[in-house]
């Protein structure tokens, strides 16, 4: 039976060495058990090519160019990644990963397909089912043009690097996390991925669109031809919501980062970087910046380990890097970026020093548009995630620049102003009296004057049960730590239990004065922040 | 005077409090639905699985939230009464109750047996109310008024963890709510309706695993309260 898309010998070519398969016949079981799922994943039946016998097939001496490129004209080539794959000298690699990279590269598909969600696979699809050597890594990472994805089958505890096998599912010892019908799932979904991507290449080729990318961001609704195969314009509308920025994690991590990839998508958002982490350090930080370009947010998913370290700098770790950049483009006031943490320690194990000092820095910077979660699981993040960045545009209220944006509550609009009267001979103001049913939105009012005032000033005397509880809200809303705007709690000494009413946290000045003396509080205050 | 204070917004796997609001971040869209939907009907259900934020919605959003002057309400000022229903719901919420109103929790207690309006009754005789409509507002000079509109305050009912009614063999056995069981959703109920009713600002909040919904139909009323919410 052929390839189910036209032109090709076979659906998938299964690339291995020998000595694999010998001990517990692992890369015989993996095809079996991948056929199976794969049988309940894709509507499609797939032709899988498979030497299991060595005495068949491809044999070191044959004439490769006759038998290989016949046999490696697939549309998938999965090699099984092990310690003694990548040996320049197999005949696996020799014979099968180079000619079929080769055979590819030019070809009307081309070794990268771009797959229906709109990320970018390779039709080289790794099984890795040892911790390989760095330099096999870089070796395919170079073969690979600077990326290796791979889906791993790798069971791993103390003194232990071996292929992780269906029985292992009930052991708790894997520190790897993997479980091996999962991985299994994930390689048939990632095969139908793959597929889709080249049937609607060819599809959008036939139509004459040969680079029609789904979730270009431009795409009008317009160019949406009702001639168009309905799969085609559901994806343009389904891939349409944010782009994350899903940070590479530590290894140990690396199973719930897929999990978290998976979840996002499904949510509706897109993710990048849709590459496996790359070894080596200029490449890894030149994809952080690209990647991070193309987002509105980014998350983080931090554990117990601090996580590979740069050579040039020991404090610095690949999530750490990740993270910095991120808050890069948190920090700048012209944009909207969040950058989302989440710290999700493994029970039971000790988050390592270096990690725990990293995650204190993270605590004690957190600035506008950061949010450090505490999420009990990756549902309940994504939801708030999307619920956060699918938020609808707020409109402009009528606000104005000013020195002081004076807010009080109608408990205390007498005193107020008096006080405001006062301040204002000297500086512009503006106020706002907070009235338990007025009719203004007075927490986006608020935000929006804030922004537009050198200094706010929340007064009390009667109601320091909402001037509390007030200036919290509108600390968090204006960014907390990283406000443009410093805020001021300015409340009397009378009555005595206001004495206690103070809020400190940073870019907020807390002050209990005499009624006589808030006017000069007041404009003390905003002489020495405005004009130090 | 500025950017000396270091902050740890961290809190954990137990909920945020009302303290730790200013961390809280990231729900703004739930606590505005959840505030409009109290703004509108009084009262409110959240349901979800263990853990994923119900009590931290509340206490670290809505209540913050109200009290910064973000829920329209008759006055300025908020009272919580929150409890658990635990083993002893009437006696849990009377204790918090009177603790608000500064009265002893056993003539709260005497007073909410007789369910229905009670609470509602036990609130408007408290120096938390005043009707702008009744003689004694309309005679009283301004700074009669200005007094009693610093005392004057909403009111939070919030039953945390509801679902104690169920999982107690005090409150319900055998499929059937204990007398007690019934008489404190009956008062949350009820107040709620009144509260709709007579433009009361009295607020009903309930949170709930969501596991339990299906037991709900046990209690009168209630399954209805939930489609209204």
């Known amino acids: 039976m052929p390839s189910i898309v036209p032109g090709f010998e076979y659906d998938i070519f299964i690339s291995y060495r020998q000595n694999d398969n010998k001990y517990d016949q692992w890369v015989s079981d993996f095809v079996h058990n991948l056929s199976l799922e794969l049988v309940a994943t894709l509507k499609d039946r797939l032709t899988i090519y498979f030497d299991e016998n060595p005495e068949d097939g491809i044999k070191e001496t044959y ?43 030019g070809s009307d598909i081309g070794i990268e397909v771009t797959l229906p969600n709109g990320n970018i696979a390779s039709r080289i699809l790794p099984m890795r089912i040892h911790e390989i050597d760095l330099e096999d890594v870089k070796l395919l990472e170079n073969e690979l043009s600077g990326t290796l994805r791979s889906i791993d089958f790798i069971y791993k505890s103390a003194g232990v690097n071996r292929s992780l096998r269906q029985k292992d599912d009930n052991l708790a010892d894997n520190q790897n996390g ?116 193309k987002a509105q947010c980014s998350l983080h998913i931090l554990g117990n380990e601090f996580g590979r370290r740069f050579e040039a700098s020991e404090e610095i770790s690949f999530p750490r890097f990740q993270f910095e950049e991120a808050k890069k483009r948190s920090g700048d006031s012209s944009e909207e970026f969040q950058t989302i943490v989440w710290f999700a320690p493994e029970g039971g194990t000790e988050v390592k020093s270096s990690q725990s000092t990293f995650i204190n820095y993270i605590r004690n910077n957190i600035t506008r548009n950061m949010i450090f979660s505490n999420s009990s699981g990756p549902m309940q993040l994504v939801d708030d995630m999307r619920a956060m960045m699918l938020k609808k545009e707020t409109t402009e209220l009528d606000t104005k620049d000013t020195d002081i944006f004076f807010i009080f509550n109608q408990q205390d609009e007498v005193d107020a102003q008096i006080i405001t009267d006062l301040i204002g001979g000297s500086y512009p103001i503006e106020t706002m009296n907070i009235m338990p049913d007025g009719e203004d939105e007075y927490r986006e009012l608020s935000r929006q004057q804030i922004r537009r005032s050198k200094l706010a000033v929340v007064y009390f005397r009667y109601a320091a049960d909402w001037a509390l509880p007030f200036i919290k809200q509108m600390w968090k809303q204006v960014g907390g730590a990283s406000s443009p705007t410093p805020i001021m709690l300015v409340g009397e000494d009378d009555p005595k239990t206001n004495a206690a009413r103070t809020f400190k946290a940073p870019k907020v000045v807390s002050s209990i004065v005499s009624k006589q003396e808030v006017p000069e509080e007041v404009k003390r205050v905003y002489i020495k922040v405005i004009e130090p | 005077m500025l950017d000396e204070i270091k902050i740890c917004p961290y809190t954990g796997l137990r909920p945020f409090t009302e303290e730790e609001s200013i961390y809280f971040k990231g729900r703004d869209e739930h606590i505005d639905q959840a505030t409009r939907q109290l703004e509108k009907n009084k009262f409110i259900m959240l349901t979800g699985a263990s853990g994923d934020g119900k009590s931290s919605l509340v206490y670290a959003g809505i209540i913050p939230n109200a009290k910064a002057g973000f829920l329209k309400a008759s006055f300025s000022n908020w009272s919580v009464v929150d409890f658990r229903p635990e083993r002893n719901p009437l006696q849990n919420l009377s204790r918090t109750l009177a603790n608000q109103l500064g ?38 000079t301004d700074k009669e008024k200005n007094e009693k509109r610093r005392k004057a305050s909403n009111l939070i009912i919030l039953a945390d963890q509801f679902e104690e009614f169920f999982t107690n063999p005090e409150n319900f056995q055998k499929g059937v709510p204990s007398q007690e069981a019934m008489s404190v959703t009956n008062l949350l109920l009820e107040t709620a309706r009144i509260a709709l009713e007579e433009n009361l600002p009295i607020y009903v909040i309930i949170t709930m695993r969501s596991d339990y919904i299906g037991q709900c139909a046990a209690f009168r009323g209630l399954p209805e309260y939930i489609g209204f919410s």
């Open chain 1, 63 to 105: 004439n490769v160019d006759k038998s290989v490129s016949a046999k490696l004209n697939a549309l998938i080539f999965i090699p099984i990644i092990s310690n003694t794959y990548c040996d320049t000298t197999s005949f696996a690699w020799r014979q099968e990963f180079l000619p079929f990279k080769n055979m590819n590269k």
């Open chain 2, 103 to 140: 009265v002893k929790a056993e003539t709260v207690q005497t007073e909410l047996n007789y369910g229905f309006s009670a609470l509602i009754d036990i609130y408007k005789a408290s120096p938390l109310y005043y009707d702008v409509r009744s003689p004694e507002w309309l005679n009283a």
């Open chain 1, 178 to 293: 993997t479980i091996y019908r999962n991985q299994i799932n994930k390689a048939a979904n990632a095969v139908k991925e793959i597929i889709l991507g080249i049937k609607k290449a060819r599809a959008a080729a036939a139509l004459g669109a040969p680079s029609f990318s789904a979730n270009l961001a431009d795409l009008s609704t317009a160019r949406i031809s009702a001639s168009l195969p309905e799969n085609i314009k559901y994806a343009i509308v389904k891939n349409n919501g944010p782009t994350v920025f899903l940070a590479w994690t530590s290894f140990e991590l690396k199973a719930k980062r897929e999990e978290m990839s998976i979840i996002l998508q499904k949510a509706g958002f897109n993710v990048v970087p849709g590459i496996d982490c790359p070894s080596d350090e200029g490449t890894f930080q030149q994809k952080t910046q690209e990647a991070l370009s």
